[in-house]
């Protein structure tokens, strides 16, 4: 069973009247308890993609499943209900709340999810401590180093129990001693079940997921093409040519 299953995904957006095509037909399914990197130049599509799986932004044309679901059938409440329990984000610069705690960060999905108090903040304290942040449950994101605060931000996305991690460049902003502690937790995460899609530059942090997805100008490149920033791009449906 896929996690996810993107067919035929376009996604233009309008740039003061001119039309950019950031996705231009991105085939991609996910599966269960998968790891899944996707790498490729800046403005290669990746963010778009990202959203595109999270929800937090439509398709221009293509069909999208998650959880087995056409998300564009859904009514927006059972959308948000959806992304809710099956999601869980991670970005580059990652987005807590500076006038919230640690421990409240962590507590907001499941206030969301309308959790009683004392069961939610039981739940945000042991995922903070599973994360090694037992001491820092208090501090503000400002108290905390950039490797704690994402260490925060994962312990916010998993509270919920999420099928499947959406990261955008979660090591971006960490050196990278700390990005390898970061990728570390995550493939802790990942082994016991919940599939993962990291948006990485880093070679060495794609090489240790199940899988990488190269994207250029929106597309996916061929298997099997070398995946140089700067190599050619196969003429459509001559990709066994130039590889030749
Ligand atoms: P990446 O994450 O690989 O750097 P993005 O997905 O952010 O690439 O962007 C892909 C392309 O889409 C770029 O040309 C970018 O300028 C354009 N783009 C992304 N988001 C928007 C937006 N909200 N409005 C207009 N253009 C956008
Ligand atoms: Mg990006």
């Given amino acids: ?121 039981q739940a945000a304290r042991d995922m903070l401590a599973a994360v090694g942040l037992a001491d820092r449950m208090d501090h503000l994101p400002s108290q905390l180093s950039g490797g704690q605060q994402q260490r925060v931000a994962i312990a916010r996305a998993l509270v919920n129990r999420p099928r499947l991690i959406l990261a955008d460049e979660p090591t971006g902003a960490l050196d990278t001693a700390t ?17 993962l899609v990291v948006v990485t530059h880093d070679p060495a942090i794609a090489a240790q997921l199940d899988r990488c997805i190269h994207l250029r100008d929106g597309r996916v490149v061929p298997a099997g093409f070398p995946p140089v920033e700067d190599a050619p791009m196969p003429a459509d449906g001559h990709g066994a040519t130039a590889m030749a």
Avoid: H, W
Wanted: aromatic letters at 6%; glycine letters at 12%; a positive charge.
């Fill in 1 to 121: 069973m896929n996690v996810l299953s993107l067919t035929g995904i376009c996604r233009s957006y309008d740039q003061g009247g001119t039309r950019v095509d950031a996705l231009r037909g991105v085939d991609l399914a996910v599966a269960e308890g998968e790891a899944v990197a996707i790498m490729g130049p800046s403005g290669s599509g990746k963010s778009t993609l990202l959203g595109i799986m999270g929800c937090l932004e439509p398709a221009t044309s293509g069909s999208y499943l998650l959880a087995g679901q056409d998300v564009s059938q859904l009514l927006p409440a059972a959308l948000a209900d959806l992304r809710g329990r099956f999601l869980g984000f991670v970005f580059q610069s990652f987005n807590l709340l500076p006038r919230l705690t640690a421990l409240e960060n962590v507590e907001l999905p499941l206030l969301y999810a309308r959790m009683p108090v004392r069961q939610r903040r």
């Fill in 179 to 195: 990005g390898r502690e970061i990728l570390s937790l995550l493939r802790q995460v990942n082994a016991r079940g919940t599939a």
